[in-house]
């Protein structure tokens, strides 16, 4: 017997909208609107279930509901990405920490870390410039984290282009099937952390934030978020996790996105000649 192909209401699509977005704070972009409603469609066909049925799993099925967020989110990175903020650490902010702090580890977080490509670039870099590092990975899929911690990818997580001026860092770990496979040397730098970011101001969440941290990186997430809640998160980063001095990066392509109704007082943009960041004023 043949299972009944569904096909959704855009009233039934919207809901499914909305339970993301109330849960995530996520807003799919209109590109990848009619791949979340196929994947809908396809599932509750798949499970022989009606609209309100699959609803409710999706509610209470952890590993449904993140098959939904991968389906409406880009989960695509890789190593070095946007080198230039890359260079900047490099040549400026790993130096000046080694100069004023010696062997006291510097605190990063990577604050939507995906498969985990951009934590590893950090803890690489750090390593190469002789800086302890202390790295929060964090992300809500715990897909992707459970990823991450594994620290093995393939060669599609290097670019040809971006990047590329790091790529003798990946060296020592590149296997001759030219996987990428850490040691616990390099794994060790990084703990894994499932975060909501939507729920960053929530006292329940708030108990369990990385503090005090030097650097975060909050890239390319801004995309999906309205800017009431690029506000908040802003605001409780610069509040709660950044260190006085500490260093927010953004992608460069959300910086425009970002204007005085959004960023707090707290925090100042800075542009150093190459990359733009946002700095928590007062001396670190």
């Not at 209401?9 to 807003?27: D, H, M, P, W, Y």
């Not at 389906?71 to 695509?76: A, C, P, Y």
């Not at 062997?103 to 604050?111: D, G, H, L, R, V």
Request: net charge neutral.
């Amino acid at each position: 017997m043949m299972k009944k192909v569904t096909v959704i209401t855009q009233e039934e699509f919207e809901s499914f909208l909305a339970i993301l977005k109330s849960r995530t704070g996520i807003v799919p972009r209109a590109t990848h609107r009619d791949g979340i409603k196929e994947y809908l469609e396809k599932r509750i066909s798949e499970k022989n279930t009606t609209v309100e049925g699959f609803k409710k799993e999706l509610l209470s099925d952890e590993e449904l509901f993140t098959e939904l967020v991968n389906e409406s989110t880009v989960n695509e990175t890789y190593f070095f990405r946007e080198e230039k903020q890359f260079v900047f650490l490099r040549d400026k902010v790993f130096p000046q920490w080694k100069a004023v702090s010696g062997n006291m580890p510097i605190k990063i977080w990577s604050a939507a870390c995906s498969y985990g490509e951009e934590p590893y670039s950090l803890a690489l870099l750090a390593k190469s410039c002789g800086v302890k590092a202390r790295i929060t990975a964090s992300d809500i899929n715990s897909i992707v984290l459970n990823h991450c911690k594994e620290g093995a990818f393939l060669r599609s997580s290097i670019r040809p282009v971006d990047g590329v001026a790091f790529s003798d860092l990946l060296t020592p770990y590149t296997r001759p099937d030219n996987t990428i496979t850490f040691t616990s040397e390099i794994k060790d730098l990084i703990k894994t952390q499932k975060i909501n970011l939507s729920t960053l101001d929530a006292p329940e969440t708030a108990l369990f934030l990385p503090k005090n941290q030097n650097i975060v990186f909050l890239r390319n997430v801004f995309i999906y978020f309205n800017q009431e809640l690029r506000a908040q998160v802003l605001r409780t980063i610069a509040d709660t996790c950044l260190a006085p001095g500490g260093i927010l990066f953004v992608s460069m392509s959300e910086i425009a996105q970002l204007g005085h109704d959004v960023v707090p007082p707290s925090l100042e943009k800075v542009f150093d000649g190459m990359v733009f960041y946002f700095r928590k004023k007062g001396e670190q």
